[in-house]
């Protein structure tokens, strides 16, 4: 499956999952994967993380662009615009 670009945002204040993500404790599953930034076209290489977020595991790939400004990817089949 493909990573696909969801959100991005400052620290602390990004929503994913219709939750502030931040305010979750992460655990890196040990993967890393490789994204596009949908702004300039450059590669990353993010963190595979999972939270579990109202009782369910939550899965998703996050770094920062910059300095304080995250981004965050979900794999193709986990989108909202994929689930019909």
């Known amino acids: 499956m493909s990573w696909k670009f969801e959100t991005s ?3 602390g204040q990004c929503k994913l999952f219709d ?3 931040f305010d979750y404790d992460w655990k890196s599953i040990g993967k890393r994967v490789k ?4 702004i300039y076209g450059q ?4 963190e595979v993380w999972q939270a579990e977020i109202g009782g369910q595991i939550r ?5 920062e662009f910059s300095n304080c400004v995250w981004g965050f990817y979900l794999e193709n089949c986990m989108r909202k615009d994929s689930i019909e």
């Open 43 to 46: 590669d990353h290489i993010f």
């Open 19 to 21: 939750v502030n993500i």
């Open 9 to 11: 945002g400052l620290d």
């Open 35 to 38: 994204v596009q930034d949908p």
């Open 59 to 63: 899965c998703f790939a996050a770094g």
